[in-house]
T-cell receptor, first 115, second 115 residues
Framework: AQSVTQLGSHVSVSEGALVLLRCNYS??????LFWYVQYPNQGLQLLLK??????LVKGINGFEAEFKKSETSFHLTKPSAHMSDAAEYFC?????????????FGKGTLLTVNP | DGGITQSPKYLFRKEGQNVTLSCEQN?????MYWYRQDPGQGLRLIYY???????QKGDIAEGYSVSREKKESFPLTVTSAQKNPTAFYLC??????????????FGPGTRLTVL
């Protein structure tokens, strides 16, 4: 079964600093991977997704993620944090094969941006 | 204006009462999902439906029930059998993509508090 592990339940950065949120996956087949963002008391918004077309995926709001098969990782980065980036971020992997499409989510990483 | 709506945003119920959460989408998506979110737990799948009049249990279906009589609607009932129903509930629908690149999109959520 597929799974994802998000290292660090809480990450704190200064405004303008690099953002790095870590996600490692477990999958027996090439995975489909997603990053979502959630602002307080709201639903999840898709940031980006990896579907094997390119290992470096660019998303919305200046975020990008790199798929590294050798490290089974899909870390999310942003060169310069903005106050508006403060939110909770979730990594997710799609179940492999079959017609029943399901996502398995990590436990989330809360990003705090300090002025 | 296309999207996924969930109502109400906040819901309070007394212990032992059944309660139904609404989820509607006008995106013409076939598949719909219900998740439960608890602090530090990520999202856990309750039920999903790939097509009208069909649905499957997710990872934590006990104490919940659903119906899918219309493509646009996927209501979730939290029954009195659910031992700890206080949580944030998220509904999602899935858009088809090429070569397995299907993507889930989320509604704004309903926060249920059982007193």
């Amino acid at each position: 079964a597929q799974s994802v592990t998000q290292l660090g339940s809480h990450v704190s950065v200064s405004e303008g600093a690099l953002v790095l949120l870590r996600c490692n996956y477990s999958s027996s087949v090439p995975p489909y991977l997603f990053w979502y963002v959630q602002y307080p008391n709201q639903g999840l918004q898709l940031l980006l997704k990896y579907t094997s077309a390119a290992t470096l995926v660019k998303g919305i709001n200046g975020f990008e993620a790199e798929f590294k098969k050798s490290e089974t990782s899909f870390h999310l980065t942003k060169p310069s944090a903005h106050m508006s980036d403060a939110a909770e971020y979730f990594c997710a992997v799609r179940n492999s094969g079959g017609s029943n499409y399901k996502l398995t989510f990590g436990k989330g990483t809360l990003l705090t941006v300090n002025p | 204006d296309g999207g996924i709506t969930q109502s109400p945003k906040y819901l309070f119920r007394k212990e032992g009462q059944n309660v139904t959460l609404s989820c509607e989408q006008n995106l013409n998506h076939d598949a719909m999902y219900w998740y439960r979110q608890d602090p530090g737990q990520g999202l856990r799948l309750i039920y999903y439906s790939q097509i009208v009049n069909d649905f499957q249990k997710g990872d934590i279906a006990e104490g919940y029930s659903v119906s899918r009589e219309k493509k646009e609607s996927f209501p979730l009932t939290v029954t009195s059998a659910q031992k700890n129903p206080t949580a944030f509930y998220l509904c999602a629908s899935r858009v088809r993509g090429e070569l397995g690149t299907d993507t889930q999109y989320f509604g704004p959520g309903t926060r249920l508090t059982v007193l």
